[in-house]
């Protein structure tokens, strides 16, 4: 019967802990939305293509 009251104990102490550490983290951290974000250049599938540098990839040899 101890054995379970101080199970029940400490159960409840991590939640009280856990709902204490989510409300203080909550109260000071502030959200920021941006309204209009700022485009990324487009990149065409050419351009990523040509910065590939082929001559660095290994070389498989097969034999017939």
């Known amino acids: ?18 709902f ?6 909550s109260k000071s951290t502030r959200e920021i939305s941006i309204s209009n974000p700022i ?3 487009a990149i065409s599938i ?3 293509h040509n910065q590939v540098h082929l ?4 070389v498989q040899h097969l034999e017939d």
């Open 20 to 25: 204490g550490l989510n409300s203080a983290t």
């Open 55 to 58: 001559e660095f990839l290994p």
């Open 1 to 18: 019967m101890r054995r379970a009251v101080i199970c029940v104990t400490a159960g409840l102490a991590a939640v009280a802990i856990g």
């Open 46 to 48: 050419w351009e990523i």
């Open 39 to 41: 485009p990324t250049p």
